[in-house]
């Protein structure tokens, strides 16, 4: 089974400032099977990466997503009000797939 | 627009018995990959399973093979989540998920989520 750990647990910035956030797998992740989504307090979550680069529908492009084999990133290069949530990410290459355990970006 | 609209929740017993729904909408119901996905209280998400309502290949995740049972009826766009006896550790908000982007296990659509509460 592939692990994705996600670091930092949580991340405390304030609105305008930019977010970097980690997902590392145990193992190479199969053709850079790797998404991330977002989920808001009360809410489902939403796709926002797949392939590791490519943004879904409707995602604005102050989200990026970067990577290849065991490392990736979400960044978000100015931080708007309504992007304070939970990220995941998600390896949907091989048996069993898996989340990571979030990133929390909260306000400071 | 794609939808997935989930039945409500459920407060059960353990031992009890439950099957919950998700309705599919907007697109070709039997084109794509339903499933579920598990959010226990305060925790990440887990894939369970998948279902290809076209010919109902299913597909578990190691975890929930034998736990649950993963069923759709096409002939009214509905995906269902079973249990045959409930344990206290199965409370959780369970996501109705629809694949994109041509992997099945790659969720480009959630319904609202079902809360269960399964409490003596």
């Known amino acids: 089974e592939i692990v994705l750990t996600q670091s930092p647990g949580t991340l405390s910035l304030s609105p305008g400032e930019r977010a970097t956030l980690s997902c590392r797998a145990s193992q190479t992740v199969s053709s850079n099977y790797l998404a991330w989504y977002q989920q808001k307090p009360g809410q489902a979550p939403r796709l926002l990466f797949y392939g590791a680069s490519s943004r879904a529908t409707g995602v604005p492009d102050r989200f990026s997503g970067s990577g290849s084999g065991t490392d990736f990133t979400l960044t978000i290069s100015r931080l708007e009000p309504e992007d304070f949530a939970v990220y995941y990410c998600?390896?949907?290459?091989?048996?069993?797939?898996?989340f990571g355990g979030g990133t929390k970006v909260e306000i400071k | 627009e794609v939808q997935l609209v989930q039945s409500g929740a459920e407060v059960k017993k353990p031992g009890e018995s439950l099957k919950i729904s998700c309705r599919g909408s907007?697109?070709?119901?039997?084109?794509?990959?339903i499933g579920w996905v598990r959010q226990m209280p305060g925790k990440g998400l887990e894939c369970m399973g998948i279902?290809?309502?076209?010919?109902?290949?299913?597909r578990y995740s190691p975890s929930f093979q034998g736990q649950v049972t993963i069923s759709a009826d096409k002939s009214i766009n509905t995906a269902y989540l079973q249990w045959s006896s409930l344990k206290a550790s199965d409370t959780a908000t369970y996501y109705c998920?629809?694949?994109?982007?041509?992997?099945?296990?790659?969720?480009?659509?959630w319904g609202q989520g079902t809360l269960v509460t399964v409490s003596s």
């Open positions: 998920v629809r694949h994109s982007y041509n992997s099945g296990w790659l969720f480009g659509y």
């Open positions: 998600q390896q949907y290459g091989s048996s069993p797939r898996t």
């Open positions: 907007g697109y070709g119901f039997t084109s794509y990959w």
């Open positions: 279902i290809y309502p076209g010919d109902s290949d299913t």
